[in-house]
């Protein structure tokens, strides 16, 4: 068994939905891996347990995790840094994935945005630009979070019960008319998966 230590809080977020889609889309069955959600990078230590659990039954463990960045207090190099210090010598943590890349500084929505399919929804993308140029200084524009969510919501297809799901993480990252799960973008967390699962 593989488990995967996430940021998320629990199994209704973004993150939590991407990273089973996308086990999924590459041929993952969900029987050898569990996302365990430890809510919050600060949180990863409360699950020294589950680590060492898993090691004793030859399990591997995966901490997939926001490279956040320098202006946060961290980026790619720290964060890198800080998990490897989480734990002493007792808990193994068998490889690590860092957002967006996996050697950059960002966050998980960085990735998102990259696989969002910017040609076929080109007016979403610059009518969203004029409105934050619109905003100017006066206002607070949407963060990155926001600006994905509202692309999804805007999506006149999407049915009422799409909809509704939105707020529960069901992103529909499975739909190429919103996502492309085959971008080069995503080839580093790709193969991270395909190696360690």
Known sequence: MTRIFIEAKHEKTSESVFIHTLLKHIGK???SFEVIHVDGKDNLKNNKVKFQENTLIGGRNLVVFDADTPESGWGYEATKKRILSTFSDD???DDMFLYPNNQ???????LLERLMQKEKHSRFFDCFTD??????DEYVSPDLKGKLHTYMSAQKSLSNKERKNLGSGQWLFDDERFWNLDSEDLKPLREFFMSNI
Do not use: A
């Open 91 to 93: 808990v193994k943590i």
């Open 104 to 110: 950059n500084d960002g966050v998980f929505e960085n």
């Open 29 to 31: 069955d969900s029987k």
């Open 131 to 136: 409105y934050e140029n619109c905003l100017g």
